[in-house]
Nanobody, 136 residues
Framework: QLQLVESGGGLVQPGGSLRLSCAAS?????????????IGWFRQAPGKEREGVSC????????NYTDSVRGRFTISRDVVKNTAYLQMNSLRPEDTGVYYC????????????????????????WGQGTQVTVSS
């Protein structure tokens, strides 16, 4: 089981930027390196369902994004640091919510399908979330 810890959330004005981090750790007995995992970012606004926004596949790390964040958000991964990132630019009030990262060790295609990317059941491990508030 992979443990995930998100950080980097906060309060930002509309049009601003934040970079979220997702630090991963697993048992010493595991031989799986971080690039074996697909990573997804989800968010949950107050009173709404948790929705997937982006993912990066295992291996070569193909990415996908929902239309609402495409062109503004960038997902990436540092295998040496065992950390995934979500760079968020041009933030809008509707981006407000708790952001979660999730991980999956099963094989993923080089270019992840958006449906799998944004489906909660695609992932086995979850972090506790970090709050992002976009407000003036």
């Amino acid at each position: 089981q992979l443990q995930l810890v998100e950080s980097g959330g906060g309060l930002v004005q509309p049009g601003g930027s934040l970079r979220l981090s997702c630090a991963a750790s697993h048992s010493a007995a595991s031989v799986d390196t971080f690039d074996y995992y697909a990573i997804g970012w989800f968010r949950q606004a107050p009173g709404k369902e948790r929705e997937g926004v982006s993912c990066i596949s295992s291996g070569d790390g193909g990415t996908n994004y929902t239309d609402s964040v495409r062109g503004r958000f960038t997902i990436s991964r540092d295998v040496v640091k065992n950390t995934a990132y979500l760079q968020m630019n041009s933030l809008r009030p509707e981006d407000t919510g708790v952001y979660y990262c999730a991980a999956d060790l099963t094989p993923w295609p080089a270019t992840p399908e958006l449906e799998r990317c944004t489906l909660r059941a695609s992932y086995a491990s979850w972090g506790q979330g970090t709050q992002v508030t976009v407000s003036s």
